[in-house]
């Protein structure tokens, strides 16, 4: 999504622009009905950007979950910049045979590894 102007996203909150610093080299990753999901230029985070109300409630969860409850082990790591989600950039697992049973649990298995190596859950919103 070369070119995409990401003001549209947050309409006239020009602080939540300010914070977040968007530019334009972000690359467009996903879209689902709820979100859309940017990498940065740096390759080290995602940026998931609600479309609506769901949207913005799998932030928070995501947030919550990883942040209020303490789930660290499992998740990847994130934080909320007003209603956007950054999260430490996750390569997907593709081998789904000879994952751990915990992934399981997790939607679709909708899991991989940080750049520590570690094993996470990168899509855990409610």
Same mark, same amino acid.
């Given at each position: 999504?070369?070119?995409?102007?990401? @003001?549209?996203?947050?309409?006239?909150?020009?602080?939540?622009?300010?914070?977040?610093?968007?530019?334009?080299?972000?690359?467009?990753?996903?879209?689902?009905?709820?979100?859309?999901?940017?990498?940065?230029?740096?390759?080290?985070?995602?940026?998931?950007?609600?479309?609506?109300?769901? @949207?913005?409630?799998?932030? /928070?969860?995501?947030?919550?979950?990883? !942040?209020?409850? @303490?789930?660290?082990?499992?998740?990847?790591?994130?934080?909320?910049?007003?209603?956007?989600?950054?999260?430490?950039?996750?390569?997907?697992?593709?081998?789904?045979? !000879?994952?751990?049973?915990?992934?399981?649990?997790?939607?679709?298995?909708?899991?991989? /590894? !940080?750049?520590?190596?570690?094993?996470?859950?990168?899509?855990?919103? !409610?």
């Amino acid at each position: 999504m070369p070119g995409v102007t990401f @003001g549209i996203f947050f309409g006239r909150d020009r602080k939540l622009q300010n914070n977040v610093k968007m530019r334009r080299d972000w690359t467009f990753l996903a879209e689902t009905d709820k979100r859309r999901v940017f990498l940065s230029p740096s390759g080290k985070y995602v940026l998931k950007v609600p479309l609506n109300e769901r @949207g913005e409630d799998e932030n /928070w969860w995501e947030h919550y979950r990883y !942040n209020v409850l @303490g789930w660290k082990d499992l998740y990847a790591k994130c934080r909320l910049v007003g209603k956007c989600l950054v999260m430490e950039f996750v390569k997907v697992a593709t081998d789904l045979k !000879n994952l751990p049973d915990w992934t399981r649990d997790i939607d679709c298995a909708q899991v991989g /590894w !940080n750049r520590k190596g570690k094993l996470v859950a990168y899509d855990y919103g !409610n």
